[in-house]
């Protein structure tokens, strides 16, 4: 696997996810498509997509509910692909999806593995890799939630991790989800006191050469303002790859920010 797999893979994926061709995001402009649950999808979609947006820098795919294709066909129209995320058009994005019981929920940047870069990592870390059956012993220890799912009996779910130990005592942990067939996210935890080691960035690591090597495209997912986690996803031979915002039932909305 090179890194134009990964990429080609990558799109292919959130081309099934969106309902369009893999090729809208290379083309300029952007494409609007009525949302569809495709097999082969990611297991987190679960209903079609109301509003999602999606772009690799080239063109951006919006894939919509039908009640709302005429609006965001004029909304994209108006407005250059990126700068379809900015905050003042994402307010105008808000008082529309109002009307339909919906809100902005989820806006996040994906990074890929630049298989190129050179990556230092701390061999003076134990590390311990866990396959399925023997994750949920961690689950016990509950300060890894970014980390691990903590739920093996949903179809996405904890299928490899990564353990650190310094002086034989847990410092970190770095979780990998099958998210869908072709692609397992990475998620990364390390307890404070043993942050700026080289934990972080070593279990990232070690993980995402397992991923690739199961033939698996590992991506890392983190809101754009967690700038740690930012860094860690750099350190760990990680690139910006896309963007994506989405929209959900504001009642969903509301209870995950506990009002």
């Not at 690739?212 to 740690?228: D, E, M, R």
Request: proline letters at 2%.
């Amino acid at each position: 696997m090179i890194n134009k797999d990964i990429w080609k893979i990558a799109m292919e994926q959130s081309a099934i996810d969106l309902n369009c061709k893999a090729t809208d995001f290379l083309n300029k402009g952007s494409t609007v498509v009525i949302s569809k649950l495709n097999e082969g999808r990611k297991k987190c979609y679960k209903k079609p997509l109301f509003c999602g947006l999606a772009y690799y820098g080239s063109g951006l795919v919006v894939s919509v509910d039908e009640r709302i294709e005429e609006f965001m066909k004029g909304f994209v129209d108006r407005h250059s692909e990126y700068r379809c995320f900015d905050t003042p058009q994402l307010i105008v994005l808000n008082r529309e999806f109002e009307k339909y019981g919906k809100s902005v929920c989820f806006i996040a940047e994906f990074f890929l593995p630049d298989l190129e870069k050179q990556v230092l990592i701390n061999e003076n870390i134990e590390v311990k890799m866990l396959i399925e059956d023997e994750i949920p012993a961690l689950y016990e220890d509950d300060r890894f939630s970014m980390a691990l799912g903590y739920n093996s009996d949903s179809d996405k779910k904890d299928i490899l991790a990564v353990v650190g130990y310094i002086d034989g005592k847990i410092a970190g942990v770095a979780g990998a989800s099958n998210d869908c067939d072709t692609m397992w996210q990475i998620g990364i935890d390390v307890l404070p006191e043993y942050r700026r080691l080289g934990v972080a960035t070593t279990l990232t690591k070690l993980l995402t050469d397992e991923i690739i090597k199961l033939g698996k495209v590992p991506f890392y997912c983190t809101a754009w303002s967690n700038i740690a986690s930012k860094s860690n996803a750099v350190k760990c031979g990680y690139k910006t790859a896309w963007v994506e915002m989405t929209a959900i039932d504001t009642e969903d909305a509301m209870k995950m920010i506990g009002e």
